[in-house]
């Protein structure tokens, strides 16, 4: 199962707030952070404890329009993809909106499956974007950059491609990946990757991000394959 994504829904319906909340709980593809206004928004963006993949924003909100705090946010320098909600329709809205960096514009009343399939397109593009940052452990991984970077040690990682789709693709999978699936998915259908391949690669890897490579807390061997551990507390050993 892929882990969940961080998203934030800025609404003042506090009733379709709770509905579009629940909704993506249900998919069990995000975790949903809340915010009834601009000012709750902010202090929630604000916190360095806390990152968000896209944002979900209404423009009419209590302490001000959503579009004045999309182009904010984007001087800002937030990069990730903003969805606007709203049920203003006509094209000079629909221009605003865009044009002040929302990445799409969504009117109300809308289907919840749409919301969720063009969220899913703008997750796409974002991941393949150079703006793309991944946390893992003490590290921002950057795939596009193929570049982990430990800010606290002012440390860049420089990594390989196979390195960086490595840790790309266990970044997505919660549970432990099987060493066959994971060699399919960086490698596909090569007859000459062997499992020796991967495990040099899962060395080197070690080698790179690892405090103690030979103790490893955040790839580590599990259920004969690998797990990334975002968080790289210590593996309890029994």
């Known amino acids: 199962m892929p882990n969940r994504r961080p998203i934030l829904l800025i609404e003042d319906d506090e009733t379709l707030l709770n509905m579009l909340g629940e909704y993506l709980e249900e998919t069990q593809e995000f975790n949903v952070a809340k915010a009834t206004s601009i000012d709750a928004a902010e202090a929630?963006?604000?916190?360095?404890?806390?990152?968000?993949?896209?944002?979900?924003?209404?423009?009419?909100?209590?302490?001000g329009d959503?579009?004045?705090?999309?182009?904010?946010?984007?001087?800002?320098?937030h990069s990730m993809p903003i969805i606007m909600l709203t049920g203003a329709t006509e094209e000079i809205d629909v221009v605003r909106g865009l044009d002040s960096g929302a990445c799409d514009y969504i009117a109300k009343p809308f289907r919840a499956h749409e919301l969720l399939a063009r969220l899913h397109a703008q997750l796409r593009n974002f991941d393949r974007s150079e703006e793309a940052v991944f946390p893992v452990g003490p590290y921002t991984f950057r795939p596009a950059k193929k570049l982990l970077h430990d800010s606290t040690k002012n440390r860049r990682i420089?990594?390989?491609?196979?390195?960086?789709?490595?840790l790309k693709f266990l970044y997505r999978s919660e549970a432990a990946v099987n060493r066959q699936i994971l060699m399919h998915e960086v490698w596909g259908y090569n007859s000459s990757v062997?499992?020796?391949?991967?495990?040099?690669?899962?060395?080197?890897?070690?080698?790179?991000?690892?405090?103690?490579?030979?103790?490893?807390?955040?790839?580590?061997?599990?259920?004969?394959?690998?797990?990334?551990?975002?968080?790289?507390?210590?593996?309890?050993?029994w």
């Open 194 to 237: 062997t499992t020796h391949t991967l495990e040099t690669h899962i060395y080197r890897l070690r080698q790179k991000i690892e405090s103690d490579p030979a103790n490893p807390s955040l790839l580590i061997t599990e259920g004969g394959g690998y797990r990334l551990r975002q968080d790289g507390a210590p593996v309890q050993q």
């Open 44 to 63: 929630q963006l604000a916190d360095e404890n806390m990152h968000f993949d896209a944002l979900i924003l209404d423009i009419g909100l209590p302490d």
């Open 66 to 77: 959503g579009r004045d705090f999309c182009a904010r946010l984007r001087r800002q320098g």
């Open 158 to 166: 420089r990594l390989t491609d196979k390195e960086t789709a490595v």
